[in-house]
């Protein structure tokens, strides 16, 4: 899996756009881009991903550049709720027999 | 449709005990993960069963052991507890091989004393 770079930390005002930032510049051609994140004291839940184009769903959206070395989740109206730990995982599709592994990630906090 | 359910959610235990943790999955689902979460160490896989074989094994000590059963539901036993070994434990289930479509319980939350 690509290695991936996410700030530590991050804040954001309420009813804000939340712009998370990861960077992967050693993805290779069959690689998404993946982004879970985890509220406090729950499990991991699945956001979104993608592959080369910029995807959208009712939790957020995912702009990936051109050259597919950064990438950015975009929560367009942040609120309290979204306050979390957000993941940004890059592997292949069908590497589902592999364990998913989880780095740092940044801790987004929404400010009232 | 329901959720992943882990019980306990909460357990203290003693030192040099042991203890069975239990996931029941999304019904369907036949993929079961399980991951320890520390403040220290973040979140870390143990292993993943698959029609009740493990399939993957993360690298933790023989301490660490799990099992499904036929109906998916697994389990997870820790023997001889460390004070180390408190943590959140989280069970994951997966229907199929897609990387976005792990399902996260809410943890059992572990206290060794």
């Known amino acids: 899996d690509a290695k991936t770079t996410q700030p530590t930390s991050m804040d954001c005002a309420e009813g804000r756009a939340a712009n998370l930032p990861c960077n992967h510049s050693t993805i290779s051609g069959n690689e998404y881009v993946y982004w879970y994140r985890q509220i406090h004291s729950q499990g991991p839940q699945y956001i979104i991903h993608g592959l080369k184009n910029n995807e959208t769903n009712e939790m957020a959206s995912l702009i990936i550049t051109e050259d597919r070395k950064s990438s950015t989740l975009i929560l367009p109206h942040a609120t309290l709720r979204d306050t979390a730990v957000y993941y940004c995982?890059?592997?292949?599709?069908?590497?589902?027999?592999?364990?998913?592994?989880f780095g740092s990630g940044t801790r987004l906090q929404v400010q009232p | 449709k329901a959720g992943v359910t882990q019980t306990p959610r909460y357990l203290i235990k003693t030192r040099g005990q042991q203890v069975t943790l239990s996931c029941s999955p999304i019904s369907g689902h036949r993929s079961v993960s399980w991951y320890q979460q520390t403040p220290g160490q973040g979140l870390q896989f143990l292993f993943e069963?698959?029609?009740?074989?493990?399939?993957n094994k993360g690298n933790f000590p023989g301490r660490f052991s799990g099992r499904q059963f036929s109906n998916s539901r697994s389990e997870m036993n820790v023997s001889t507890l460390e004070l180390g070994d408190s943590a959140l434990y989280l069970c994951?289930?997966?229907?199929?091989?897609?990387?976005?479509?792990?399902?996260f319980g809410s943890g059992t939350r572990l206290t060794v004393v």
């Open positions: 995982i890059v592997r292949p599709e069908g590497t589902g027999r592999r364990a998913l592994t």
């Open positions: 994951a289930s997966k229907q199929g091989e897609a990387n976005y479509g792990y399902t």
């Open positions: 069963y698959f029609s009740e074989t493990q399939r």
